[in-house]
C-alpha cells in the first residue's frame, strides 16, 4: 500500500491520528489491534466523510483505551489481551444504560481508564499523548447558562462506551481470529498554504469578514505550513515562526482539506499544497463541522475561482 493509498484509507488516516510521532509503543499496540477489532464494525460512509471519520475515529481511540486499560490491570502484553476480557470492561459500568436516550457517563470506566494511563507514565513511556486523547474524549459539555435545565451532553466517552458494549457482543473469538492484520497508519499530514488559514468563526453572515491567522512573531498573514501530528496542529510562517493556535487541531485542518473546493489527495509523503486560502472551523465548533458553510458569495468565487462542486 502506498503512503496516498494510506492516506485515503479510512481506517488507516483514523490510526494516523491517534498515533503522533513519539507515542508509547504501548498505545501504538492498543491502536492497531483495535483496529483491528474495528474491521467489520467500522461504519460505512452513509453520511458526510467528515463527520462518520470522526464517529469511527472515537470509537477507535475508546477501543484502544479499553484494550490498554486491560493490558495494564491484568499485566498481560496488548497483542495477548482477548475481546472477551475488554469487552466485559465495557460491559461492566453503568455507560452502557440509557437515561432519556443519552448514555449514561462511565465513571468506573473513567477511573480504570485513568489509573492506566498514569501508570504508562510511571513506567516511562510517552503518556501525554494518551492522556490528551482520553482527556479530549472524556470531555462533558455543559449548558451555557448555570439556569438551564438541560442536561449536560453525553461525552463522546460515554457514547463510545455505550455502542461498543453492544458491537462486541457480535464479535465471536472465531471471527475475531479470522480478522485480516490492521492496515498500516497513516502518515502526519503536511499542508502547505499558499494564501492564508482564515477563522471561520462568528462570522456575522454569508459575505462576514473571516480574519486571517497572523503570527505572533512577525504578523505574517499567508504562506503557512500547517504541521498535523498525530491530533496536534502546529503552524510555520513563511519566515521560520512555529506557533500553536487554539483554532488549529489536526482534525479540523483534515476536515478543511478534504472540504476544500480545490480537491488535492496529499502526495507520497503526506503533503498536500492548497494554492489559495484554507478556512478551518473556529474554536468552539464541532470538527465535523463544514466551515466552508461560513464562506458564501463574492468571497467563495475569490476563495475557489468558481461555484462549489458537489459533494
Known sequence: MTEQSRTADPVARAMGELLPAGGSMWWRAAVVQAARWMLPLWTPVTVPRHHTSAINRQRLAVLALAILTTSHEAQQPVDQVGIAQVHALLAADA?????????TDPWGVR???????????????AAR???????????????????????????????????????????????VHRLPPAPAPAPSLVVKVRGAIRRADHAPGPHGPIDPLACPSCGSPEGWTIYCDGMAASALCPYGH??????????????SVLLHPVQIQPDEAGSVDIPMDIVVAGLHASETDDPYDHWRGRNWARLSGGTRPGR
Open 129 to 175: 499523548p494518551v492522556l490528551a486523547v482520553y482527556e479530549q474524549l472524556a470531555r462533558i459539555e455543559y449548558p451555557d447558562s448555570t439556569w438551564s435545565h438541560d442536561a449536560p451532553n453525553a461525552s463522546d466517552l460515554a457514547v463510545a462506551v455505550w455502542w461498543l458494549n453492544r458491537a462486541l457482543a457480535s464479535l465471536t473469538d472465531q471471527e
Open 242 to 255: 512555529v506557533s500553536t493556535h487554539e483554532v488549529l487541531t489536526a482534525p479540523h485542518v483534515r476536515t
Open 95 to 103: 455507560g452502557k444504560e440509557m437515561v432519556g436516550g443519552v448514555p
Open 111 to 125: 477511573r480504570r481508564m485513568e489509573a492506566a494511563i498514569r501508570g504508562l507514565g510511571e513506567a516511562g513511556d
